[in-house]
RNA sequence: GCCGCCGUAGCUCAGUGGUAGAGCGCAUCCUUGGUAAGGCUGAGGUCCGCAGUUCGAUCCUGCGCGGCGGCACCA
């Protein structure tokens, strides 16, 4: 007897493993016929070290790559590092180091913590996105999409921040201020480089119908992220012409059907027209003003109140001139959406309703909703259902959606308006005026305009030498880097100095590691071979960026003949976090698990500081974060228990999807359940056989096949935490048999089964019961067990005998048994004709090899 | 406000139109030569509530209640 040691075992197995090459992949020709399957989980960035959410998310691919590998898949499991950004910049500032040096460090330390979990990762296939190998080739693509029209630039509105002097995405933005300066941020207007993702819109959404093995959840997200809505567009004609010399309105609607409840138009305040309009006219100019400042954000519109201005202006409605309309400004109004203009409909829109209550203007119901006798009456809701449409001319007496083509196809004969889709989504900004990026790789020249960097002087590397001693963007400062001549013309020019969105970087990571040597940007034999990824591992907080991005970019690349896919992810699996109960002093400063004692009397729990004695209180169950000193490192689980226990732990208490609870008791009771099996395998003597038909064998034998059956759907379905459920059952079950009775092969049967069962979570324990086994080779090479359904079936069954639905007695039957025979030995059965008690029995139903109802009265 | 998910043992969660389950925790006992432990046995349930469908509902349907997430002046 030895007590089982992962020190010593673990690391020997990942040495042998790492000697034998494993995990390398085999290239299409060298697997024999074995289908692929690529397995993938979101690369990380580089922050320095793996966190237990990383750990989880690793593990759960890891599981499924050494699984599909013993069901005889060629597995590709590779990893990388989504390594530009923010962060290393940062750190650069803050603490005068390098991002480059920084960055590799990073990468260097966490790629040492990953290999400690045991991944079957191919570890010559890594890269990180900011080595020039990676992001030469992505400049390489992203000049070809240049060609094809994909890209160009646009002075859009920006947040900017005038003491960092840089843009600053949404989300930086808190509070009108500068995340890091806390300067009020300003919005103003950059020329930038975008991408255009809104020509791929109807595929993006018409793409997620072909996604079945994605959550319906993040499909719908992406569907309303992509916005998509049918409407009107509709030009009203100014009564007099603007100040601009504009003779007309355009709005954009998607109820034309109330075109006759029209009550006023509104535009944006910064409208093209509203802006001529302030140039003249102070108040306007005022409110303008008023209301760029109150909606710095997008959340400080959302709960500001409705106001506006009226321009002095008028607009004749389409359908009848002689109908005019005030036009107004409205601070709820988006420039970017639609055409900037509306036409307010009070009666049946409930932000029109508002502005129009407050500004007393007319309020006309045109739809009478159905079941209601009386005429309809707008109080202070809108009425949005649908109707009928009255006081609506040649609309009247139609429905709602017949009104609404009605009106569209009115508006097109009279040349008026067309009908027209408009969508949330916007095209994808990708410039940063940032340094740690991959450069955007376009010569700027004051003769020919922005010229692409011929393909032979790609890479466009950024420079080593750089300085973070001021604020803005190193690269746009350095003294000779952005000196070049023009590809065009040989005059003097400059580089682009913004770099691309990280988003860009890891929107094709995952079709470069089909063969990460490739001199084009994508091998596209091996893209054809390995793509899609059949298995996509990540977070949820994914849902829509990266895995949108990712679409549209393969969907892109694919119209330019470099690839064959059009969705890059077949199966898409997005996992839930790890949280941690948080720990206070009373006077709320948080307490790290570690320095924390719990007492357990009952149901309730006590917790005290270790360090101090001091009483804490137990708090809420948060996500690990450093600012609530709730984390676990994963070392310190790997120092006392194994690699193996935490793995087995981070995937058994919860469903994988849904957030797991990280408890001392619970890594414990995966520390336990290890050692019960390696008490199993240890000093194996396997005995006596006994003959595999006896009772004990069989009993033991439909054990392990039921239980092969339940683990495989389980790994099959990604519901690791039921496959480890049945596996405890397992266990218990092999510990309490009667080794005599049963004999050596059915045992021996079970014991290999269970060895091939948790491989693919505790692999190393694996290995190492295999040895005990004497099985030659290694267990990551087994097969995975095979389920015979004849093995698994009951010899006998109990079947519940209910009486008015409840349950009064059991028989036993053999499985299949015939209805009638059923009835007999229930109605026969002494403790049914007790309940029965001389009632007479009306029908008696019986559900094969289930349950026995009889109704009687 | 709109959309989605969830509610089962003290905790974390499986599960099924037909006998309510697992791990942890808790209690009792055994072992003290697997001991930074191991084992036996056990208690514990309004399957969130109400109504409906059904021979039978934790499961299906509807209406509530509670929690979580996403989107949100998107015309």
């Not at 002075?155 to 509070?175: I, M, Y």
């Not at 209805?819 to 049914?832: K, M, N």
Request: with cysteine; aromatic share 10%; glycine share 8%.
């Amino acid at each position: 007897m030895s007590r089982y040691d992962p020190k010593e075992v673990e690391p020997r197995w990942r040495a042998r493993w790492e000697q034998e090459g494993v995990f390398r992949t085999r290239a299409p020709r060298e697997a024999g016929g074995k289908p692929k399957y690529y397995v993938l989980e979101m690369f990380p960035y580089p922050s320095g070290a793996i966190h237990m959410g990383h750990a989880r998310n690793y593990v759960m691919g890891d599981v499924v790559a050494r699984f599909k590998r013993a069901k005889g898949f060629n597995v590709l499991h590779p990893m990388g590092w989504d390594a530009f950004g923010m962060p290393a910049e940062n750190a650069a500032i803050e603490r005068g180091i390098h991002p480059k040096g920084w960055t590799y460090d990073n990468i260097a330390a966490m790629r040492s913590q990953l290999k400690l979990l045991g991944l079957s990762i191919d570890w010559d296939r890594e890269f990180a996105t900011c080595d020039p190998e990676y992001y030469g080739k992505q400049q390489r693509w992203f000049l070809d999409l240049m060609k094809r029209g994909l890209v160009y630039r646009k002075e859009s509105v920006v947040n900017w921040d005038p003491v960092d002097n840089t843009v600053l995405a949404n989300e930086q933005v808190v509070d009108g201020r500068g995340w890091r300066s806390g300067a009020l941020v300003e919005k103003r207007k950059l020329t930038q480089w975008f991408l255009r993702i809104t020509d791929y819109a109807d595929q993006l959404i018409d793409g997620l119908k072909t996604l079945e093995r994605w959550p319906e959840k993040v499909r719908l997200m992406q569907e309303n992220w992509i916005g998509k809505s049918q409407g009107l567009r509709l030009r009203w004609p100014l009564v007099e012409p603007g100040p601009d010399g504009s003779d007309e309105i355009e709005v954009y609607t998607t109820r034309p059907d109330t075109l006759f409840g029209a009550s006023f138009i509104g535009l944006a305040p910064d409208h093209p027209l509203s802006e001529a309009l302030a140039r003249e006219n102070p108040d306007v100019a005022a409110f303008i003003e008023e209301a760029r400042r109150g909606g710095a954000t997008e959340a400080e519109i959302e709960t500001g109140e409705k106001k506006g201005v009226f321009t002095g202006l008028y607009v004749r409605h389409p359908f009848d001139p002689q109908w005019k309309l005030p036009v107004w400004i409205a601070n709820f109004i988006l420039m970017g959406y639609g055409t900037g203009a509306i036409f307010a409909c009070p009666a049946h829109d409930p932000r029109d309703l508002e502005f129009a209550r407050k500004y007393d203007l007319p309020v006309l119901p045109v739809v009478q909703p159905p079941n209601i006798d009386d005429p309809i009456n707008i109080e202070d809701e809108a009425y949005v259902g649908p109707g009928t449409l009255i006081n609506s001319r040649f609309l009247n007496g139609l429905s709602v959606e017949t009104g609404l083509a009605a009106a569209i196809r009115k508006a097109e004969e009279l040349g008026v308006g067309a009908a027209s889709t408009v969508y949330r989504l916007r095209d994808w900004g990708v410039s940063r005026q940032r340094y740690w990026g991959c450069p955007i790789p376009v010569i700027h020249c004051p003769r020919c305009g922005p010229v692409p960097v011929p393909d032979k002087d790609l890479p466009i590397v950024l420079p080593d030498d750089v300085s973070f001693d001021q604020p803005g963007n190193p690269l746009a400062r350095h003294s000779t880097w952005k000196q070049a001549s023009c590809p065009s013309c040989g005059g003097a020019a400059e580089r682009e100095t913004d770099t691309l969105d990280t988003f860009v970087d890891s929107s094709w990571y995952f079709a470069r590691f089909t063969n990460p040597d490739a001199s084009a940007p994508i091998d596209r034999d091996a893209a054809d071979y390995w793509l899609a990824v059949d298995q996509y591992i990540g977070g949820v907080e994914h849902a829509v960026l990266h895995l949108l991005y990712a679409r549209f970019i393969t969907r892109a690349l694919a119209d330019d003949g470099m690839l064959d896919v059009r969705e890059p992810f077949a199966g898409l699996f997005t996992q839930g976090m790890v949280t941690h109960e948080t720990y206070r002093t009373p006077d709320g400063k948080w307490v790290e698990p570690t320095d924390v004692d719990l007492k357990v009397s009952g149901s309730t729990r006590a917790a005290t500081r270790r360090s101090t004695g001091e009483t804490l209180v137990i708090g809420d169950i948060e996500k690990m974060s450093k600012s609530k000193k709730n984390v676990v490192a994963p070392e310190e689980i790997l120092g006392a228990y194994g690699v193996d226990a935490g793995r087995l732990f981070v995937l058994s208490d919860s469903p994988p999807e849904r957030d797991v609870q990280w408890t001392a008791g619970g890594v414990e009771g995966a520390w336990r359940f290890v050692n019960r099996v390696w008490a199993e395998f240890d000093d194996l003597v396997l005995g006596d056989d006994a003959p595999t038909d006896s009772a004990a064998a069989q009993a033991l034998r439909r054990s392990t096949h039921k239980a092969i059956k339940a683990v495989t759907e389980g790994f099959e379905s990604f519901r690791f935490n039921s496959a480890i459920a049945r596996l405890y059952e397992f266990v218990n079950t092999i510990k309490s048999i009667d080794r005599a009775a049963v004999g050596a092969t059915a045992r021996r049967e079970a014991l290999s089964a269970l060895a091939r069962l948790i491989s693919p979570l505790v692999p190393h324990l694996a290995e190492e019961c295999w040895t005990r086994l004497g099985d030659t080779g290694l267990i990551v090479d087994a097969p995975w067990p095979e389920f015979d359904p004849a093995l698994a079936v009951d010899d006998e069954l109990v079947l519940p005998v209910q009486i008015n639905g409840k349950r009064r007695g059991e028989i036993r039957v053999k499985p299949g048994a015939a209805e009638d025979e059923v009835r007999q030995i229930a109605l026969s059965d002494e403790a049914v004709s007790r309940h029965l008690d001389g009632a007479t029995v009306r029908k008696v139903i019986v559900v094969k090899d289930r349950i026995v109802n009889i109704v009687a009265g």
